[in-house]
């Protein structure tokens, strides 16, 4: 089935660990993202790729980096990690096109400690 | 600026109407989205508004946009137990970056 997968699902993380949150899509989309959830703030986009081999900051990029080697991945890494990492984070894609609709991963459920 | 606000929660009675409300900031948006996330799960685009047009019906859901005032609303019909979920909208900005509200949990009951 074409979608986003996720990897992983969950992860508890001790502070200052490095931590890559995986994100993979069969459906040849250009454009892909990542945002965090958090209760009462909604989705804040963290990095976005319009397309492969570029990136783009979001409203909240600072302590996380993004690459986009080729068409289907999209990783996003924790250098150092911070309590306040703690967040759904949701992986998405695009065909890139004006009003094309997001189509969203399952999330990764991160808690640091 | 670009906030899109939305209330936290609504409650509603099964077979009555939920009425979900967004305000955003940006006049310029050229496409309005409501999003349904159900629990565990990511975000389904349900329906969305070109900036042009004032209602879009879709079977049980409607939408209205009042430009005006900036505000956008998600009319279901009918409410089911099944239309428990979180509804965000978001607004579409320079083409490339969604911008999403704080989620509305809409709650059915009996």
């Known amino acids: 089935i074409a979608g986003i997968t996720q990897a992983p699902t969950s992860q508890i993380l001790a502070a200052g660990r490095r931590m890559t949150l995986r994100c993979t899509q069969d459906?040849?989309?250009?454009?892909m993202y990542w945002y965090r959830q958090d209760l009462g703030l909604g989705l804040r986009l963290i990095h976005y790729s319009n397309t492969a081999g570029t990136t783009g900051k979001g409203e909240v990029p600072d302590g996380y980096s993004v690459s986009r080697a080729n068409t289907d991945d999209f990783p996003l890494t924790l250098a150092s990690a911070v309590p306040s990492q703690t967040s759904v984070y949701f992986c998405a894609s695009s065909d890139g096109t004006a009003n094309s609709p997001l189509h969203f991963g399952n999330g990764t459920r991160l808690t640091v400690t | 600026g670009e906030d899109v606000e939305q209330s936290l929660f609504l409650s509603v009675r099964e077979g009555d109407s939920s009425v979900i409300n967004c305000t955003y900031t940006d006049s310029s948006s050229t496409y309005l989205y409501w999003y349904k996330q159900e629990p565990g799960a990511g975000l389904q685009l349900l329906t969305y508004i070109f900036s042009n047009m004032d209602m879009k019906q879709d079977q049980r859901l409607t939408v209205l946009l009042n430009k005006k005032d900036k505000h956008l609303s998600l009319r279901i019909a009918d409410t089911q137990t099944g239309d428990s979920a979180i509804y965000f909208c978001a607004e579409i900005l320079n083409t490339d970056k969604l911008i999403f509200g704080t989620g509305t949990r809409l709650q059915v009951f009996p």
């Open positions: 459906m040849r989309h250009n454009a």
